[in-house]
């Protein structure tokens, strides 16, 4: 069959498509925003009925499509590393109520943190949530894997996690397609209860996962993708997991690698595999693309055996692994990057004719008489007011916290205390927050910078479009102190006196600076969208 | 044949085109394939590059490692020499003379491109003009893909149905202006280069 060339994330959607997934759920998120993208643009998924509209955020789309495994149907979700914190409740519940359509969750981690505010490496949510994770080396694998996982989740009854990174993600390469499957038919769950996770059920499907526990082993055990490939060299055995595996082979071109190595690619980890390895060579490194996770297995606290990896310094503590790097841990090979002196950083900036421009430039004029520091902001392309010339905000942790951590420090006596979030972000998971402002009527300045899009990963659909001021008067925020403002320069004196009357205010205030984001602007549907609203 | 290229630019300014050119010839061409590319916070105006590699035999790594490019093709001059790293002691780099200046302390162009050229392969083109001259500004990126055409060992026929097949959607008038543009810049490196 002739091969597609798609993108890590591309061949995942088409692997789900092709596994007779009913529907997909997800948030958009770098680097997995292009696996939901693609079903959207797929003829395939038009033409079945595939559910892919984005959600509200990724908890809610996680309790979708265990909704969908409810009723039989297979589903996928998917989401950035961080999203499966937000996820995280619904995510560690389905290993207890078990599937019924399979269900596959798919995380993107991004090691070297080149879109996100961490490199938390989310193997250890599989572990903690008890359930199998593959974790390919190559786009061809990445199709395979998530075309078993279905599969194996309906047997095993069983969310599976898939876990990839930004390089395999954002990395193109040919994938051929396996043969297309028939969706499931709508059945209800054999057990009426087994999403009921009433403490008397639960306590009987978590034995059920522990004892479930055996047979994961065993499958991982004689997975096609847990390799042992045999070296002549036993002085050292290396052990590979997911992409790591392409950068030690780059070092061998086209001759075998000398040394023993096991690609560990499905987890739980093949215990008498590494056992093996271990016991056949003097000292094993393992090659990992994220935490040394199972590095520290494999050392164990005792420290006793001789494991080089991300702890012992053999390779850098962080950040993205690459054949240089792999290299170095095996042969000692240093290796110099040079930029010469005259080339500049470059950092992201925010786009000409920005309206979350327009906005920071009044809110630093209102905010001067008060003096710095009581801006809190969130994530999105506005978090870019951190950087010069706007210096304009203080914080950036989670989808969300601007608003309650300017409600924390109004708490604490810092006051007035502003918030500037998207309007995205605010549906995503600002508007539970705000609500705790109003009841307590704290004393913050909410500034909605609203673009009608989720600007930063390539302008998805928002929610809030044309919602926002009924969501805050519904939340309780009184409608005069709702004050929306269209952020240009011309109108630089009335945003200023605007947001200096909210300012003053000892309750809480909405602002919401609204303009086009000027990236969507050839997006007709939204245009037209945006007219019909008379947001403009 | 393997060509390991390093393709370098700024957020928006093309360099996917170049680099799904590029991918739909090696599939005409029947080659393997891997491209690794910078989405999300970069493409907001930072240095993007994306590292394209298309070989006879099967390929391991997504990404170059240091010192293997056989060529850097950059849509901008400063951005070319940032990924100097990963060039080859017999690589070219190949980059457009028009500065893309989007930060306060971009450093003096004539330094720039001093630099650029003590390097033993290089070509400097002004893609702009010639893209203007044969009718779209816009098609600046496949002039310097013309340009650096030379240096992978391709088919250059396979690049022409690339690019037929990449902006069949956009019509026929854009698929011609991007074979101009490809002509073009490929005619450029003949007659100003030895090589």
Known sequence: MEKLLLLGDEAIAQAALDAGMSGMYAYPGTPSTEIMEFIQHSKMAKENNVHSIWSA?????????????????????????????????????????????GLVVVTADDPSMHSSQNEQDNRFYGKFALIPIFEPVNQQDAYNMVYDAFEMSEKFNVPILIRITTRLAHSRAGVARREVKLHNKITL???PRQFVLLPSIAKVQYKQLL???SKFEENSEKSIYNIYEDGSDKSLGIIACGISYNYLKENYNDTKIPFPVLRVCQYPVPKEQIKKLMAECKEVLVLEDGYPFVEEMVKGILDKEPVKGRLDGSLPRDGELNPNIVKRAITGEKFIVEIPKIVQNRPPALCKGCGH?????????????????????????????????????????????SITMAKGAADAGLVP??????????????????????????????IISDNFTTGMTGGQNSHALGRLEKICEGIGVEPEHIRVFHPTSKNFDEMVSIIEEELQYKG???????????????NKDLVAKVKELKLN | MKSDIILAGVGGQGIVSIAATIGTAA?????NLKQSEVHGMSQRGGDVSSNMRVSSNEIASDLIPYGQADLILSVEPMEALRYLPFLSESGWLVTNSEPFINIDNYPNLDELLEKIKSLPRNVIINADKIAAEVGSRRSSNIVMLGAASHFIDMDFDAFKKGITQIFAKKGTETVDVNIKALEAGRKFVEENYKF
Not at chain 1, 514 to 519: A, D, G, S, Y
Request: glycine share 10%.
């Open chain 1, 57 to 101: 955020n990724e908890k809610t789309s996680m309790e979708s499509a265990i909704g969908m495994s409810y009723a039989g149907k297979r589903t996928m979700v998917a989401m950035k590393h961080v999203g499966l914190n937000v996820a995280a409740d619904a995510f560690l519940n389905a290993a207890i109520t078990g599937v019924n359509g």
């Open chain 1, 357 to 401: 421009i327009d906005a920071y430039l009044a809110l630093n004029k209102a905010l001067i008489k008060y003096g710095e520091g009581r801006v809190f902001a969130d994530i999105g392309c506005y978090t870019l007011g951190a950087l010069e010339p706007y210096n304009a905000i203080n914080s950036c942790v989670d989808m969300g916290a």
């Open chain 2, 27 to 31: 599939l005409i061409e029947g080659l």
């Open chain 1, 189 to 191: 769950p054999k057990n």
């Open chain 1, 508 to 522: 809480v205030s909405v602002i919401i600076p609204r303009r086009q984001c000027v990236q969507t602007m050839k």
């Open chain 1, 211 to 213: 004892d479930n526990q």
């Open chain 1, 417 to 446: 205390a502003v918030a500037v979030i998207g309007d995205s972000t605010f549906t995503h998971s600002g508007m539970t927050g705000l609500l705790d402002a109003v009841v307590e009527n704290s004393p913050i300045t909410v």
